[in-house]
């Protein structure tokens, strides 16, 4: 387990993002939010909701990094939930929920744009959290039928 905090840590602060699968999705936070949820409805409305409210409110500073987080995190819960179909690693033989391949894709493009980051001291372990590029943010929003 150190051997994985290291690597983590190293890349984080050399800028290299990597797959969060293996790394985060068995935190306790993160099982924790994927025993709530019920449907892939119920994590695209509420990410949905994120972004439009950062867009509206032009969120920034630590309310972009925390809601940042937040979207990172509801997406691996909602991996767990589907049985990896969207990292593309089994991770349980629990019963899924059903997801369509037009939201593993939605999924997809936003778990590629969770990135590792450091924002306090070195000793604080690095955040997993929402840094899309702008051409992915437009596509993302298309999906969400958030205006541009």
């Known amino acids: 387990m150190k051997i994985i905090k290291s690597i983590i840590l190293i890349s984080?602060?050399?800028g290299i993002a990597f797959s969060s699968q293996i790394a985060s999705a068995n935190s306790p936070e993160v099982q924790k939010v994927a025993k709530h949820i019920k449907s892939v409805g119920q994590v695209k409305e509420e990410i949905r909701e994120?972004?439009?409210?950062?867009?509206?409110s032009g969120c920034s500073g630590y309310g972009i990094h925390s809601l940042g987080m937040r979207i990172c995190e509801?997406?691996?819960?909602?991996?767990?939930?589907v049985n990896g179909k969207i990292s593309g690693k089994r991770l349980s033989n629990r019963q899924t929920i059903p997801i369509s391949k037009s939201?593993?894709?939605?999924?997809r493009m936003i778990l590629s744009q969770c990135q590792?980051?450091?924002?306090?001291?070195?000793?604080?372990?690095?955040?997993?959290?929402?840094?899309?590029t702008?051409?992915?943010?437009q596509k993302i929003n298309r999906q969400f039928r958030i205006p541009v």
């Open 12 to 14: 984080a602060i050399s």
């Open 50 to 56: 994120i972004i439009s409210s950062c867009q509206e």
């Open 103 to 107: 939201d593993i894709s939605l999924m």
């Open 116 to 132: 590792w980051q450091v924002y306090h001291a070195h000793n604080d372990p690095p955040d997993f959290t929402y840094r899309p």
């Open 74 to 81: 509801l997406t691996q819960a909602l991996d767990i939930k």
């Open 134 to 137: 702008a051409k992915m943010r």
